[in-house]
């Protein structure tokens, strides 16, 4: 009888140590463990589990990765609920990338107002990004009721700042804006001394990790890269509380 207790006491610190071993790691221990092996200059912002398969959120930046609880695989791509059609991973960044709308230097933009202005936006773009000139063209032209913040966001040549600082420098700055990069018509050359906000737009687009142009923000505080068309500007529009 004794000695079947003690194999029962046995067994119990056995299946304890075993639970205790499969308790999964702490998102801190992951961290430390993955960082070094992405390469001595990335640095891991957090690490947070995720309700995937045992799948764990790396962020670095505004990049989404994932990994296991050994961080020994990496998955770059993005998750997708079947169900509901989500985009998990691009709803998570969409949250990580938010900004206070309210804290943009507005007084520093190219403001536009088409209709009542009711629904406000602020983009960033560069008098020479293609794309910009085809939202423009399209998207923007034939949107109405909104009123659009325009930040001249020089990224893609020397040149950009010249033609930016003509703008600004301008009698109408809605208007020289939309001549150029709707009609092609370029804004005369500005006076030496005209002063411009080209650089504090510069260094701000790269503390909200503006990457390239255009970029759309909405007074929510949410932003979508890229060109878009006037139905996924609608869309995006009637789902926020201005």
Not at 35 to 52: A, C, I
């Amino acid at each position: 009888m004794r000695k079947s207790k003690s194999v029962l006491l046995s067994l119990s610190v056995l299946m304890a140590s075993c639970v205790g071993a499969e308790t999964p790691p702490t998102t801190e221990a992951i961290k430390k463990l993955i960082e070094p092996r992405l390469g001595v200059n990335v640095k891991v912002d957090s690490v947070t589990q995720t309700p995937y398969s045992g799948l764990y959120e790396v962020r670095i930046g505004n990049d989404i990765l994932y990994t296991d609880k050994t961080a020994t695989y990496l998955v770059n791509g993005h998750i997708f609920n079947l169900t509901t059609g989500a985009d998990l991973t691009r709803d998570r960044i969409d949250d990580i990338t938010k900004i206070k709308f309210s804290d943009l230097p507005l007084d520093k933009a190219i403001k536009t107002v088409k209709g009542d202005g009711s629904r406000v936006i602020a983009v960033f773009e560069d008098p020479n990004c293609g794309y910009c000139k085809r939202l423009r063209q399209t998207t923007l032209k034939e949107t109405d009721n909104v009123t659009i913040y325009t930040f001249l966001y020089n990224i893609l040549s020397d040149d950009s700042f010249v033609k930016s600082k003509n703008v600004w420098c301008a009698p109408d700055r809605s208007k020289a804006w939309d001549d150029w990069m709707v009609s092609g018509k370029a804004a005369p050359a500005a006076p030496e001394a005209c002063a411009t906000p080209n650089d504090e737009i510069v260094a701000l687009g790269h503390k909200l990790g503006v990457q390239g142009t255009p970029a759309i923000f909405f007074a929510d505080g949410s932003r979508i890269p890229g060109a878009i068309d006037k139905k996924v500007l609608e869309e995006k529009l009637s789902k926020i509380k201005q």
